[in-house]
């Protein structure tokens, strides 16, 4: 008989809520199949893209006739051609993600918001794939389409335990090199790596025509830094540890970690990446509806 | 900086370093806690170290301080009071000048205590804090004795013996200590010297005080002097007292005329209640006064046959109570006689102001001087020597009559540059002519020949028209004082006797003297005063006495333990002694700080003036408060360092 695994992190009264709303690339998608989403290629849907001077090779069947008796040239009509969209899901999975508040982990928070959009994805028709990983790639789910695939992801997702470093900017680039065609790279990080090379990792992938989207994972405590009593903070991706009074140190701490936040969303917005802060004490809901709803807007 | 309770401050003390063994303790109670975010506390512990250490090690001072301050407020620091100052330091021996003056019996507010019993409670709480190897040795202001104390105990029998009826002398007890000081060679001294700063006690215009001072420098000991001065006055206080009681005939009845005089330190209407026990029949009698001094004359008439008396006057006890009774005597009746030794034209006159009326006990006679020997051993109060030369036999008669108590009234011209009776050398005699005259402008109203009369009118002594004058050359105990400064009457003490010399004579070239204004009254104090050496009363001022221990009383407290210190009514042999409080201790003038700066100038003195009526709380509550402030401040700051600083607003939150 085959086990019925607990997943908490799909959440169907959220899938309800947002499924009216759909993922819109920000930019041309290359897919597999026909979709929603603008192809850089010319296509044969019905939106007219622009006229191009026939070539020999052309399809004569292309050439629009009534120009030519105007003009006595041959041009050939090119439409739009809509394709479905690539996602690739990456899901950091190292000790940091493990730390949990008062709203749960940081893990599992991210979890559901990668269940969420996976799902949503699935039900527009656009492929999506899991990357998960610390320092090094722990699972690698390329996009599909299938709900048998989603199925799949859910499985991998459930598996999933976070522990040991983050080498998040190795992996982007990586994977940068790794796709291929463009695609919609979501990852979901707390990104405690420097941000230089976190923005140059987005660089890459830019580079490479991809649509990146991050959602910033941090704790409400984290960013509060509220302890009254002396810590032992131990390293959650072993590191050493430190003993520090929080109300000593706690402007210092929140002035190092609001330097760091500015930084990376100034890097992101500077090279037209999508931003989110996602704190799990706000839930998911407000960070994903934000996130689809501006991109149906055409926010950048 | 002492403390009352150094073995609080001892427990207390070990508690100051509790802050920082529970900071310690609080440093290894931490709690281990997962962090991701682990780069950005590295960083912010390696900015903050230099900043937070700083204020971890201030936070912990300031709480450490407030602690050490709260433990030394609780310990009664004694530093701002008297207390504090006068026990500093160590010293081998402490010489405690007490003041048992008749005006420190003055009540504190509530009655309780006067300043005596204050006095000596706030040196012994003191002296707890000395070490016990410090000798202290007690300088008694009523005996003048000094006695090593075997401990502060000790103190107590002065409490017993209480507040005495005598006045004080401090330049006298000070010379007492420092001769004991020269010849004992006690070590380091302190002396604590406490009383109510009355003028009178210290009397600054003493030229002795300035030997004194040097004398105290030249001592090889370091000497600290201390003044606790309780000089706060009573609020309301009535003071009361005998000015005279003078026997007389008139009408062949006999009367005494008891001259009573009521002063207090405030004005207002006022029913003041006087009993006068007189012969143990007491009278009562409701006074009104309306201001600070009422003089009023209380007549008696006595048998003929009447030896004499005794009694006092009471008034309600009040803040002073030393000050609320008087005794009196009286002798029996007695002629009075004046001898006038004038060759003048008014030597009748002189004879008729020294007898005015007839049928009294009052006589005079006009003599030449073969007859001053005879007349002056015949019951002879006054001679008036006027206009006349005196021979050398005139002059030794007359200062012997002076000597046994009797009074000399003499008037100018005398020779210039020569002495008269040895004692007057008169200048050139100074003559102005017309309108212009010497004016009198002062003049001593309270006692003597010029004072006011029994019923406190003062005598029109600046009145009198002087137009030519001879002053002495070296003046006595000035009475009165013309305008220009120079002598009007003089004072020339010899035996227990005076010569009065009256710088203008009677004559009308010389002034309107002879108008009686003053000349009247003036013999006639002349004539009682010198009465006084054939009577049987002998009335003195409080003082030790020893020889008087033993003497019977007849009036007054008969437990006390030194008669001559308490005012009372004494068989002395064949005479009545009446002993009294010195006027002295009625008065309200105080020297100053300043004045006793200059006193001890040079000297290490300091003064600690509790001039409100306090506990031994308040003596200490400058220094109390200001810990108290100490510790508000530590906490201030303490609070301030661990408030937290706004919070940074994160950029995500914006």
Known sequence: ?300 | MTFLEPGLLAILLPFVALPIIIHFINRMRYTPMDWAAMEFLFRAKRSSTKFAKLREILILACRCLAILFLGLALARPLSGGWLGWAFSGSSDTVFIVLDRSNSMGVLDESGQKNKLEKSITMIKDSAKTKSQATKFVLVDSATGKITELESLESLDDSLLFGVSDSSVDMHTLLQTTYDYINSNNPGNCEIWMTGDLQQSNWKPDNTEWGTLNVDFKSLNSKINFRMLALSHRPDKNIAIRVNDVVRYSKNNKDYIDIAIRLTRNYTGKESVRVNLDLNKIETVREVSMTQEMLDYIHTVEVKNDDTGGFGSVTIPKDQNPGDNKYFFAYGSSMEKKTAVLSKGKYSKLLALAAAPLKGTNQSSVIIDENQIKSTVSDNCSLVIVENSKLSEQAEKDLLSFTEKGGQILLFPPLAAGSKVLNLVEASQVEKKSGEDDFPISTWDEFQGPLAKSRQGESLPVNKLYISARQVPSVSGQVMATFKDGKPFLSKFGHGKGAVYYCSSGIESDWSDLYKGGVLLPMINRLVSEGSKQYSSVVNENCRYDESLDKIEILAGDKAAAYKSLSAGIYNDADRILVLNRPLDEDGDSLVSEDTLEVIFSGLDFSMFNETQDSSKETMQSELFSLFTIFILLFLVVEGFLTLRKPQIELEGQK
């Open chain 1, 1 to 300: 008989m085959k086990e019925i695994k607990q997943r908490d992190f799909i959440d169907h009264e959220l899938l309800g809520r947002l499924g009216r709303l759909t993922l819109e690339a920000r930019s041309f998608m290359e897919g597999g199949f026909a979709g929603r989403h603008k192809s850089p290629h010319r296509g044969s849907s019905v939106e007219f893209a622009q006229y191009r001077k026939y070539v020999q090779g052309d399809d004569i069947r292309n050439i629009d006739w009534r120009i030519f008796a105007r003009t006595e040239r041959h041009y050939v009509k090119e439409f739009e051609a809509d394709t479905n969209l690539r996602a690739y899901m990456v899901f950091d999975c190292s000790g940091s993600m493990r730390f949990a508040g008062q709203d749960g982990s940081k893990f599992e928070y991210a979890r559901k918001l990668v269940a969420t959009l996976a799902q949503l994805l699935v039900q527009q028709g656009d492929s999506v794939g899991l990357q998960a990983f610390n320092d090094k790639m722990i699972r690698d789910l390329p996009p599909r389409t299938s709900p048998k695939h989603l199925y799949a992801i859910y499985e991998t997702l459930s598996e999933l335990k976070p522990s040991g470093k983050t080498d998040l900017t190795h992996i982007l680039h990586t994977l940068a090199s790794k796709i291929k065609r463009r695609a919609l790279v979501i990852i979901f990080s707390d990104f405690f790596e420097d941000v230089d090379k976190l923005v140059d990792s987005f660089s890459h992938l830019l580079f490479k025509k991809h649509d990146v989207a991050i959602f910033h994972i941090l704790d409400e405590s984290e960013m509060k830094f509220e302890m009254v009593r002396p810590v032992r903070f131990q390293d959650m991706e072993g590191g050493e540890s430190l003993i520090a009074d929080p109300a000593m140190i706690r402007n210092e701490y929140l002035e190092q970690l609001n330097n760091y936040m500015k930084a990376l969303k100034e890097g992101c917005l500077s090279h037209k990446v999508d931003y989110r802060l996602a704190v799990p004490g706000e839930g998911a809901e407000g960070v994903l509806s934000d996130f689809l709803l501006d991109r149906l807007r055409g926010h950048k």
